[in-house]
């Protein structure tokens, strides 16, 4: 079992860096592609600079702590389409019968798709990232807590894309609801957790757990807690697995049912 985690690792490192490459054979649109996303982000800054010239502080939070915000979920959501960014593929594959050059490869299917794809301007998104927090809250030991934190972030963002996703293995033409709610996802993930009502926090921490990418690593870069933090990476666990087990349920009913006729 050890050697097959190994295999698939190694495997999808090959991937990455296979379509890192791939992506850089035009060096100019590659960094142009960064360099207009640090910006289309950076443009946000001028939004909390005038709210907060208004007043003092948002809820509790000051513009440093709000820059958190910002700066995990970009940092979170650029590792995740640099990563895993065939996932956001997925229901075209399934819907257009791409999906079946994946399962003759003697491979693990769900980490082959996810790593089949890379986008170019989400290192601009893990730049941004960065840099908001050495901006506004460098440590040494914030950036050290930072990584770890966007790791998981990004790992949380890609196992609910494959949730969503594999809802098109059930529903053909489901994408279009899937792509609305990463959108409520990530939203979720860029404010602060003060400006929504309970109920909507309630829906935050449960149906589309946007507090777990983004509320939750915020509040421990300001005040680690290590009860917090175990939670943190039980759920990201937790949530790992439902997308595995979500995902093979839908291809097992995408191997035997009619979709190849509606893909024909």
Same mark, same amino acid.
């Given at each position: 079992m050890?050697?097959?985690?190994?295999?698939?690792?190694?495997?999808?490192? &090959?991937?990455?860096?296979?379509?890192?490459? +791939?992506?850089?054979?035009?060096?100019?649109?590659?960094?142009?592609?960064?360099?207009?996303?640090? @910006?289309?982000?950076?443009?946000?800054?001028?939004?909390?600079?005038?709210?907060?010239?208004?007043?003092?502080?948002?809820?509790?939070?000051?513009?440093?702590?709000?820059?958190?915000?910002?700066?995990?979920?970009?940092?979170s #959501?650029g590792?995740?389409?640099?990563?895993?960014?065939?996932?956001?593929?997925?229901?075209?594959?399934?819907?257009?019968?791409?999906l079946?050059?994946?399962?003759?490869?003697?491979?693990?299917?769900?980490?082959?798709?996810?790593?089949?794809?890379?986008?170019?301007?989400?290192?601009?998104?893990?730049?941004?990232?960065?840099?908001?927090?050495?901006?506004?809250?460098? =440590?040494i030991?914030?950036?050290?807590?930072?990584?770890?934190?966007?790791?998981?972030? =990004?790992?949380?963002?890609?196992?609910?894309?494959?949730?969503?996703?594999?809802?098109?293995?059930?529903? @053909? +033409? @489901?994408?279009?609801?899937?792509e609305?709610?990463?959108?409520?996802?990530?939203?979720?993930?860029?404010?602060?957790?003060?400006?929504?009502?309970?109920?909507?926090?309630?829906?935050?921490?449960?149906?589309?757990?946007?507090? #777990?990418a983004?509320?939750?690593?915020?509040?421990?870069?300001?005040?680690?807690?290590?009860?917090?933090?175990l939670?943190?990476?039980?759920?990201?666990?937790?949530?790992?697995? &439902?997308?595995?087990?979500?995902?093979? +349920?839908?291809?097992?009913?995408?191997?035997? =049912?009619?979709?190849?006729?509606?893909?024909?």
């Amino acid at each position: 079992m050890l050697t097959a985690v190994k295999n698939n690792f190694k495997i999808m490192f &090959l991937s990455i860096k296979y379509n890192l490459m +791939r992506c850089m054979e035009n060096n100019v649109a590659f960094m142009t592609s960064i360099i207009m996303m640090i @910006f289309n982000n950076a443009s946000f800054i001028i939004q909390w600079l005038t709210i907060f010239a208004l007043k003092e502080t948002v809820g509790s939070y000051t513009l440093n702590d709000v820059m958190l915000f910002w700066a995990v979920s970009s940092g979170s #959501f650029g590792l995740a389409h640099i990563l895993f960014n065939g996932i956001h593929k997925l229901p075209d594959y399934i819907e257009e019968g791409k999906l079946d050059a994946y399962l003759t490869m003697p491979k693990n299917v769900l980490c082959y798709v996810a790593t089949s794809s890379l986008e170019p301007s989400a290192f601009g998104d893990l730049i941004y990232g960065y840099l908001a927090l050495i901006i506004f809250n460098f =440590s040494i030991k914030n950036i050290l807590l930072y990584t770890l934190l966007i790791i998981l972030g =990004s790992l949380i963002f890609t196992s609910f894309a494959v949730i969503l996703n594999s809802i098109t293995f059930f529903i @053909f +033409r @489901f994408s279009y609801v899937t792509e609305a709610l990463k959108e409520v996802f990530l939203n979720g993930c860029l404010y602060p957790d003060v400006i929504f009502k309970r109920a909507v926090k309630i829906i935050f921490f449960t149906l589309i757990p946007s507090a #777990f990418a983004s509320w939750i690593p915020v509040h421990l870069l300001m005040n680690f807690s290590l009860n917090k933090f175990l939670i943190l990476i039980i759920f990201t666990i937790f949530i790992i697995i &439902l997308a595995f087990i979500v995902f093979y +349920r839908g291809l097992k009913n995408y191997s035997s =049912s009619n979709l190849m006729g509606i893909r024909g």
